[in-house]
T-cell receptor
Framework: EAQVTQNPRYLITVTGKKLTVTCSQN?????MSWYRQDPGLGLRQIYY???????DKGDVPEGYKVSRKEKRNFPLILESPSPNQTSLYFC???????????FGQGTRLTVV | GQQLNQSPQSMFIQEGEDVSMNCTSS?????WLWYKQDPGEGPVLLIA?????ELTSNGRLTAQFGITRKDSFLNISASIPSDVGIYFC??????????????FGKGTHLIIQP
């Protein structure tokens, strides 16, 4: 089954404790992105990647890192999480010349 | 980045009513997309529009790509309980909005009252 898989689905952590949210897609998509969803603000792009070893900042990249060492994986790293990073995070992927983006089920992160 | 104005922010309707929502932008888009997010899930594509003036249906859903390429609307006819969720418009252009030029609206939260 074609899908985008994020882990974990839920995470509660403390300020300053490094964490990684994993994202994997099995559709051989070139493009992958991370978004955060906050009430009243919709989906805002954090980082994106056009292919292996090619990443760039989206609209709200501060406090986040990403890597794209393999085509299927695009982890989101929070080196020192802060409470303002409490949010619902989505990973998405799509083919280079197609419009439909496929989203993961989301990761709800709470930083206390 | 580019801005999309999606309205209304939320809708409280009775089952069986028709629903209409829209997105407008100050920028031109080449593609308009409409996504639905069910509670606890990620957004799923409902309809994609590729040409100005295009009108496309998907079951009870109908969406149009505005002639000016700066707006789009989504209609849902005869709403049912499973229509509950958040609907997002997204515009795609060759410039801005990230690698794929995709900019999302803030969403319309549809609530259906029994």
């Amino acid at each position: 089954e074609a899908q985008v898989t994020q882990n974990p689905r839920y995470l509660i952590t403390v300020t300053g404790k490094k964490l990684t949210v994993t994202c994997s897609q099995n559709m051989n998509h070139e493009y992958m992105s991370w978004y955060r969803q906050d009430p009243g603000l919709g989906l805002r792009q954090i980082y994106y990647s056009m292919n292996v070893e090619v990443t760039d900042k989206g609209d709200v990249p501060e406090g986040y890192k990403v890597s794209r060492k393999e085509k299927r994986n695009f982890p989101l790293i929070l080196e020192s999480p802060s409470p303002n990073q409490t949010s619902l995070y989505f990973c998405a992927s799509r083919r280079k010349f197609e419009t439909e983006a496929f989203f993961g089920q989301g990761t709800r992160l709470t930083v206390v | 980045g580019q801005q999309l104005n999606q309205s209304p922010q939320s809708m409280f309707i009775q089952e069986g009513e028709d629903v209409s929502m829209n997105c407008t932008s100050s920028s031109i888009f080449n593609t308009w997309l409409w996504y639905k997010q069910d509670p606890g899930e990620g957004p799923v594509l409902l309809i994609a529009l590729y040409k100005a003036g295009e009108l496309t249906s998907n079951g009870r859903l109908t969406a149009q790509f505005g002639i000016t390429r700066k707006d789009s609307f989504l209609n849902i006819s005869a709403s049912i309980p499973s229509d509950v969720g958040i609907y997002f418009c997204a515009g795609q252009s060759t410039a801005g909005g990230g690698a794929d030029g995709l900019t999302f609206g803030k969403g319309t939260h549809l609530i259906i009252q029994p």
